[in-house]
């Protein structure tokens, strides 16, 4: 069985666990800056910046403990120069368990660990001098790690929060270790 389909199967069992109390499951959605942890080439500019986002599904399973799954996608890092060009980018399921610490009536702070199944993907194209044709070399890797973030979170109302938040998200990519870290702003809707 993939992976994704065991990750997906406990994030829906987990949330059948948290029992039949409708505001106890949310849904949420974040937008924000992810920033590759990559080795610069030399010769090329690296743009380690790009736009990511996530959306998942989450059950507070008690006042302080949740869980959440979902997918996220960790945009783009670019390299550009003279010799060539290329792109790393990525994505991936995942699920956490979230700690959550009341810091009043509207506001919290929560921490998460979970793990994150994702796929990374590789391309660059290198021009040697005086060759008008460019070598492309394409690589593709994918693997099970863990995730780390914290974040705070703002009650609108009984049902809608605003949240923002910073995570870690591990990857390999020919065989070294590459960390992305997304920092985003979202909303969650409980039902």
Same mark, same amino acid.
Not at 4 to 30: C, E, K, P, V
């Given at each position: 069985?993939?992976? +994704? ?5 406990? =994030?829906?069992g987990l949330?059948a666990m948290?029992?039949? +109390? ?18 610069? =080439? ?8 790009? =736009? !990511? ?5 989450? &059950?507070? %399973?008690?006042?302080? *403990? ?12 670019? %390299? &550009?120069?003279?010799?060539? $060009? ?30 994150f199944h ?13 060759? &008008? ?10 693997? =099970?790690?863990?995730?780390? !973030? ?10 809608? +929060? ?5 995570? $870690?998200?591990?990857?390999? %990519?020919?065989?070294? +270790? ?6 985003? *702003?979202?909303?969650?809707? &409980?039902?």
């Amino acid at each position: 069985m993939h992976i +994704q389909r065991i990750i997906a199967a406990a =994030t829906l069992g987990l949330a059948a666990m948290a029992g039949a +109390q409708a505001a106890d499951l949310y849904a949420f959605g974040s937008v924000g800056i992810s920033d590759w942890k990559i080795d610069e =080439t030399p010769g090329l500019n690296l743009d380690r910046k790009g =736009t !990511g986002f996530k959306l998942g599904v989450g &059950s507070l %399973l008690m006042p302080n *403990l949740a869980v959440e799954g979902g997918y996220v996608n960790l945009g783009k890092a670019k %390299l &550009s120069g003279d010799g060539g $060009r290329g792109s790393v980018k990525g994505g991936g399921v995942f699920v956490d368990a979230v700690g959550v610490l009341p810091l009043s009536s509207d506001f919290s702070a929560f921490a998460k660990l979970g793990i994150f199944h994702g796929k990374a993907k590789g391309e660059a194209e290198s021009y040697p001098s005086g060759e &008008s044709d460019g070598v492309r070399v394409s690589e593709r890797d994918s693997g =099970t790690d863990i995730k780390f !973030g914290f974040g705070v979170g703002w009650s609108l109302s009984k049902s809608v +929060q605003l949240r923002a938040e910073w995570e $870690r998200f591990r990857f390999k %990519l020919s065989g070294d +270790q590459g960390d992305v870290d997304l920092l985003s *702003l979202g909303v969650s809707y &409980s039902f």
